[in-house]
T-cell receptor, first 115, second 114 residues
Framework: DQQVKQNSPSLSVQEGRISILNCDYT??????FLWYKKYPAEGPTFLIS?????DKNEDGRFTVFLNKSAKHLSLHIVPSQPGDSAVYFC??????????????FGQGTTLQVKP | KAGVTQTPRYLIKTRGQQVTLSCSPI?????VSWYQQTPGQGLQFLFE???????NKGNFPGRFSGRQFSNSRSEMNVSTLELGDSALYLC?????????????FGPGTRLTVL
């Protein structure tokens, strides 16, 4: 049962435009959502997170939006740069003291930013 | 501050053997989590260690085990290797405190089982 889903395996955008990566979840018992970026042969790099009680968090070119009623979050990258080309993972942190250290990941979306 | 390091980076084993992977967390981080990444299943949580104790465990068979030392370094062991254990094994470290307790990942160990 995939609790965190990224339904778009890939996305291609032009440099300077906005990239929007989407993520859906099925379990309401997550307290934080995170986005990671992964280059080949490297581990995931943390980008930005959002608490389940918020609906927006911004850090530089990256903004994450959370729509709790739709169980949907999205990552906006503005403006997109060729160096942003990577695989992006959405992850959710289950709430509760029994779920320490555990993240549930989506399958990833490969973003290609064309010069 | 140095990041999370994992050794070795690549490993080739044969079925039935066992393997030990090592992870050194970011200085000051007390929690280490392990994940398995495969093309079919994606990134899946194996277990988490904090202060030398396993605090949480994912849905993997008992062949997968781990431990953590007093300096927070962690090792993961897989016994009786199967072909399906071929994967990228990632460890992540965090402070181990209040949420979101962001996890920072190492580069991974690529394990190939022949």
């Amino acid at each position: 049962d995939q609790q965190v889903k990224q339904n778009s395996p890939s996305l291609s955008v032009q440099e300077g435009r906005i990239s929007i990566l989407n993520c859906d979840y099925t379990n309401s018992m997550f307290d934080y959502f995170l986005w990671y970026k992964k280059y080949p042969a490297e581990g995931p790099t943390f980008l930005i997170s959002i608490s389940s009680i918020k609906d927006k968090n911004e850090d530089g070119r990256f903004t994450v939006f959370l729509n709790k009623s739709a169980k949907h979050l999205s990552l906006h990258i503005v403006p997109s740069q060729p160096g942003d080309s990577a695989v992006y993972f959405c992850a959710a942190r289950p709430a509760g003291s029994g779920n320490t250290g555990k993240l549930i990941f989506g399958q990833g979306t490969t973003l290609q930013v064309k010069p | 501050k140095a990041g999370v390091t994992q050794t070795p980076r690549y490993l080739i084993k044969t079925r039935g053997q066992q393997v030990t992977l090592s992870c050194s967390p970011i200085s000051g981080h007390r929690s280490v989590s392990w994940y398995q990444q495969t093309p079919g299943q994606g990134l899946q949580f194996l277990f988490e260690y904090f202060s030398e104790t396993q605090r949480n465990k994912g849905n993997f068979p008992g062949r997968f085990s781990g431990r953590q030392f007093s300096n927070s370094r962690s090792e993961m062991n897989v016994s009786t290797l199967e072909l399906g254990d071929s994967a990228l094994y990632l460890c992540a470290s965090s402070l181990g405190g209040v949420p979101p307790d962001t996890q920072y990942f190492g580069p991974g160990t690529r394990l190939t089982v022949l």
